[in-house]
């Protein structure tokens, strides 16, 4: 049972490039998530997902895209890299029975600079 | 806005210590509140949440958060501090009808030997 599995681990992005930050869970979730961290101001939500091919915006979903094929996968494509998106990318996983969620498994993370 | 507020960016405590780290919320209904900790180079782990039910509420690796309705605090303690326990830790609620987290800015925890 591998969880929540991200890769890369590490990314050096140009200016202007665009790449996929791929998110993978063997636990049969419905709910997932995309957030960054940035020193200082925690982790912000980017995208989620209640479900496959349902998606909707976080906080700060600009310059980013996503889908949601698959129960199992849930990618984050970056469409024209910008310095601002230097940041470290974490997937997340959920699941709720009813109203009660049991709280998210997260991945090891993506530290990506954009140069 | 709903949110969560960790109003210390640091806390130092020496080992042996009892440990605490603040949180407040503002969240409307019955919150659903999490602790998460995120030691350096890894991703966030779940420590304790509080759902409904007894206000103390305990969870991994000895530590504990008490839900204060009237102090609107989630505040997680651990009554020994550890070395090892240096890390940095988020308070989070689940908002909105997706039930997403949302963070607050984190503490750091250094403790000293």
């Known amino acids: 049972n591998a969880g929540v599995t991200q890769t890369p681990k590490f990314q050096v992005l140009k200016t202007g490039q665009s790449m996929t930050l791929q998110c993978a869970q063997d636990?049969?979730?419905?709910?997932m998530s995309w957030y960054r961290q940035d020193p200082g101001m925690g982790l912000r939500l980017i995208h989620y997902?209640?479900?496959?091919?349902?998606?909707d915006q976080g906080e700060v979903p600009n310059g980013y895209n996503v889908s949601r094929s698959t129960t199992e996968d849930f990618p984050l494509r970056l469409l024209s890299a910008a310095p601002s998106q230097t940041s470290v990318y974490f997937c997340?996983?959920?699941?709720?029975?009813?109203?009660?969620?049991?709280?998210?498994?997260f991945g090891s993370g993506t530290r990506l600079t954009v140069v | 806005a709903q949110s969560v507020a960790q109003p210390e960016d640091q806390v130092n405590v020496a080992e042996g210590n009892p440990l605490t780290v603040k949180c407040t919320y503002s969240?409307?209904?019955?919150?659903?509140l999490f602790w998460y900790v995120q030691y350096p180079n890894r991703g966030l782990q779940f420590l304790l949440k509080y759902i409904t039910g007894d206000n103390l509420v305990k969870g991994s690796y000895g530590f504990e958060a008490e839900f204060n309705k009237s102090q609107t605090s989630f505040h997680l303690k651990k009554p020994s501090a550890l070395v090892s326990d240096s890390a940095l830790y988020f308070c989070a609620f689940l908002s909105g009808s997706a039930r997403q987290l949302t963070f607050g800015s984190g503490t750091q925890l250094t403790v000293l030997p």
């Open positions: 997902s209640v479900g496959a091919g349902i998606t």
């Open positions: 969240v409307s209904g019955n919150p659903y």
């Open positions: 997340a996983s959920s699941y709720q029975t009813g109203t009660t969620n049991y709280g998210y498994t």
């Open positions: 636990m049969n979730h419905e709910y």
